[in-house]
């Protein structure tokens, strides 16, 4: 008998006959003697759906304003929900942030917790109910409804578990668990069995879309084993766990890539004291965030300054970057945003030297240029031509998870 | 300048083209100084497809989380009209029930406001906010989302007009105003320009459905001035207020009309003491809201018991009936299903003796017979067969209220 967080997406709650459907789970792991809090998201399509009325009420939706109608898709799923587990005659009850209590700070439409009051929770478990708990959302200081950004219910799920000290959370998805890359450009990618928190982080801040980045950071840091499933049947999905629990530490454990990326460079800027900041500094007020940041300098004391930032924010990030521009005395800032980042990740790469370099052959044997490197301890990410996105994934991928299949390779 | 809470029904904050118009109405009170507190309710429609959501996953739904499910409704609706107001140039913020806060006991679905603490929203005024108030909403003592039930948001709108020690509270409806008759059984009626609450507690009792008539009593008990408008339009609605405020006492301001009766008779049954216990004490306890009750004493120690319920309850309460009726020693049981009240409801009536007489000689005139009366102070009800509902209440209203004009006399 354990005690088990368990989250539903969007698309696990998307209709009724599949509220009932997870109803149907639930009741299952309840028979075995489980204690259950469930967390779910708001109905596919319904946070969307809120936010086009919002926009169509209000030219520039405020925050504050924007959280309290959102949050309120997740509160009818919940409740929907325990209505459903009540009708297979188990006891639930649903729970809201404010009713958990989930306190956050009131950074609207991205809170962060800050502290989760367990004991209304475990009350509920104490006397035999199912607690159901509307995801995405807490209450601030002073009882405001926030936010925790999209995806925020995997947190919401992780940080429960994390408080309520679960055995498991286990996330409910449409997808079946993490690959080693992504099927659609490799077909023969492999589900991963177990993978550790840093792997996870690398993967997901990459590109592999799985589990909201920041849930597991929290995961990682309170030791909450994560089980990434789907919903649409029983199938073992990808277990995160620490790196201990890994048995073999595997040299790469996945390819990921993200187009989502533009390349700014500011062309021989006079290399001085302070350079840096005062092209970072206003970019970071502007909420923008950078990702890959390269600076070559010369002999002749001036430098190339590169930085890629997500495609939605280029605009925004080039004229900011104009607007220092003759200040900084550059000769001119050149712009792409037809790139991407192909990564590596694996926890074996701390262990072996000349993984960097045999990805940098595997690239230059396909006749793939290298824009910009950036390097952690257990991954590797470089920058190329959108148009090799493919290309580079899956002679990554032959060369350091699987090769293909000969089958495969012989039609090829 | 004046402290006001305005309340919109779901018809008025009904698509986001309507809530846009309801803000410029709130904006332009607004900027001729005046503090607004304005409660919604939900987007018509809204709740009784959460209702129907409810329905489809579970056949009997739980009180609490229909509560939480459709208490949404409001949520969004709030929300949209806070981000409206913004738009306009307007502070406002949304206000749910837990954080006025608006405490109830936990009858869900019925739940009855215990007290509100006006501080949070007095502090917002002081500050320059418009506080839209999600209405239909509270919380209990465990901070459970309860529901004040249908048309809850007007008793939502009075308290906190009470609370706050608001000049008034404003009722924007579909309907432009309390009228002395249903105007599609009496084209020539009148709206009243200003009527008591014990008045208006009759009509809206007896099925004229302007008001809630919880938030009427909550009214007259804390004296808040309710001014019943409506929101396609300027025009002045009917003010009800205190009897003292009221010019001259008409003889009748009004002749309602409710066909949603039932009528059942307990035949020749022996007249002990505890007859009424016996008979009405299982239909209170199934929470069946008794209408009128009349009892004839016989000379034959029998009496015969008749009392109406709503239809709806009809099947419920016959059931009931029957299994006392041997126990009782009736001598069968009579039931009803098509029967309407109609009522004549007037300060008047208190200082003019004969209404009464009047009333039935003008109903005999058109061949009307009565199966049942009932009085009070200021009000006189009949029952008869449903099928002359419309006769009697025109007849009654060109005689107390206001004579048919000619043209319509002639044509009839």
Redesign the interface.
Known sequence: MALIVQKYGGTSVGS?ER??AV?ERVASYHSSGHKLVVVVSAMAGETNR?LG??R???????E???D??V???E??S???????L??LGLKA??F?G??VRISTDSAFGRARIQSIDKHRLLGALDRGLVAVVAGFQGVDGD???TTLGRGGSDTTGVALAAALCADMCEIFTDVDGVYTSDPRIVPHAKKLARISYDEMLELASLGAKVLQIRSVEFAKRYRVPVHVRTSFGDAQGTIVVEEDEIMEDVLVSGVAHDRDQAKLTLLRVPDRPGLAARVFGPIAAAGIVVDMIIQNASADGTTDLTFTVPRGDFDKALSLVKGEEAALGAHGIATDTKVAKVSIVGLGMRSHAGVAARMFEVLAAEGINIQMISTSEIKISVVVDEKYTELAVRALHDTFVAPRPEEARSGA
């Open positions: 009724v509220i009932r109803a809120l009325l919002a169509e009420v209000s030219r520039s939706p405020s504050r304003e924007s309290a109608l949050a309120s898709g509160q009818v919940a409740a929907l929900l325990a209505l459903a009540q009708d009850a649903s809201l404010h009713q009882n405001n409804i």
